[in-house]
Structures are given as C-alpha cells and as structure tokens.
C-alpha cells in the first residue's frame, strides 16, 4: 500500500454534521456528525472504492487528486424567482 492524499470537501449539512465529497471521484460521498468523524468516513469511504477497483480492474488512481491550493468563491447567480423558497419556509424550525 502507498499513503496518497485526496482532497475531500466538508460542506455542513442542513439536517446537522458534515457532508464530504471527492471532488475527483464524484460518486463517492458520505457525511458525519461532526468533522473527524466526516473525515473518518471519508477514508473508509475511499479505501472501499479503491480495494473494489483493484478486484475490477479499475483505472489507476490519477496523480491530480489532491489540490494543494484550493481556491473557495461564491458566485451570484439569477435565479428564477418561481426557485426561490419563501423566506418564511426557509427560516421555519424544522
């Protein structure tokens, strides 16, 4: 086995904890209660895919999955308007 770093997303989830997502393996996500647990998921997560690639034959992993550098930006975007939930459900307790 080789250690290789993979860049992961934590993103909070609306129910509560964290959702993760491998920007470079799209299908594989998962979530946790809190972030250590969010990154202990990932990497069973990840370990799982891989050990199924290697008893299918999967591609090699490629050599770009880590980002050493993330850039993090927002973009404002026309939404239209018949899309937009009504500040009142939105700000609603669940």
């Known amino acids: 086995m080789v250690k ?6 934590l ?3 609306d129910e509560g904890g964290y959702q993760v997502i491998f920007p470079y393996y799209p299908n594989c996500t998962t ?4 972030l250590q647990e969010a990154l202990d998921h990932a990497k069973e997560a990840m ?5 199924a690639d290697v008893k299918t034959g999967g591609d ?5 999955v880590y980002a050493e550098h ?3 930006g927002t973009v404002d975007i026309e939404v239209p308007e018949e899309l937009v939930e009504p500040l009142e ?3 609603a307790p669940a």
């Open 4 to 9: 290789q770093k993979f860049t992961v997303f």
């Open 11 to 13: 993103m909070p989830a």
């Open 31 to 34: 979530d946790g209660d809190t």
């Open 47 to 51: 370990e799982g895919i891989l050990e």
């Open 60 to 64: 090699p992993v490629p050599h770009y």
């Open 70 to 72: 993330v850039v993090v």
């Open 89 to 91: 459900e939105a700000a």
